[in-house]
């Protein structure tokens, strides 16, 4: 059974960079019938598109988060990152790590894992 | 958000509830590509419906999904208490970007 595991900071200072990696376990990152993506859900809120990434590199991002984000792959780690640029308290959330099956949905998460942005 | 819920919705033990996601015709109205998440405090989202109609292997027949132009809904019938969770509905829109409802808290009373 196919898994995910976020890792990486849980505090990041407002203005820094919040950096994030997914890694898959019992399965290829670079299967073609999948995007890999992330979601983030703020305290108390809903959940949010942040955008996905083939193993090819190709990327989608959400139009609100464009200027900010980048994906990455890591084929030979079977891992993909997150890069989220000057962040704010807003950025603050459960950031969650994810299989993208297209139409078929979002089928496999990972646990989520906590971003608090402060000083 | 990009799609609208209604922020709550009830029901007792055995009966059926409704919960509907409108969009536009840039999303909903446009794809077939409207998923459904089932989420219990503290815990990740769920894959419950996807492609309007299409449950997951595991997922109870309870759950089913429509699709009306805009609007699509997600019905859980025969209510039981651990389906007491927010409920959140996806689609695909133009340019491949994937839009979220703002979530309903599904209440069994």
């Known amino acids: 059974q196919l898994q995910l595991q976020e890792s990486g900071p849980g505090l990041v200072k407002p203005s820094e960079t919040l950096s994030l990696t997914c890694t898959v376990s019992?399965?290829?990152?670079?299967?073609?019938?999948?995007?890999w993506g992330w979601i983030r859900q703020s305290p108390g809120k809903g959940l949010e598109w942040i955008g996905n990434?083939?193993?090819?590199?190709?990327?989608y991002y959400s139009p609100s988060l464009k200027s900010r984000v980048t994906l990455s792959v890591d084929r030979a780690k079977n891992q993909f990152s997150l890069n989220l640029t000057s962040v704010t308290a807003a950025d603050t959330a459960v950031y969650y790590c994810?299989?993208?099956?297209?139409?078929?949905?979002?089928?496999?998460w990972g646990q989520g894992t906590t971003v608090s942005v402060s000083s | 958000s990009a799609l609208t819920q209604p922020p709550s919705a009830s029901g007792s033990p055995g009966q059926s509830v409704t919960i509907s996601c409108t969009g536009t015709?840039?999303?909903?109205?446009?794809?077939?590509?409207v998923s459904w998440y089932q989420q219990h405090p503290g815990k990740a989202p769920k894959l419950m419906i996807y492609?309007?109609?299409k449950r997951p292997s595991g997922v109870p027949d309870r759950f089913s999904g429509s699709k009306s132009g805009n609007t699509a809904s997600l019905t859980v019938s025969g209510l039981q208490a651990e389906d007491e969770a927010d409920y959140y509905c996806?689609?695909?829109?133009?340019?491949?970007?994937?839009?979220f409802g703002g979530g309903t808290k599904l209440t069994v009373l």
């Open positions: 019992a399965g290829s990152i670079s299967s073609s019938s999948y995007y």
């Open positions: 015709s840039s999303d909903i109205g446009g794809y077939n590509f």
């Open positions: 994810v299989r993208d099956n297209g139409g078929y949905g979002l089928d496999v």
């Open positions: 996806t689609s695909y829109a133009r340019s491949g970007n994937l839009v």
């Open positions: 990434i083939y193993y090819s590199g190709s990327t």
């Open positions: 492609e309007v109609t």
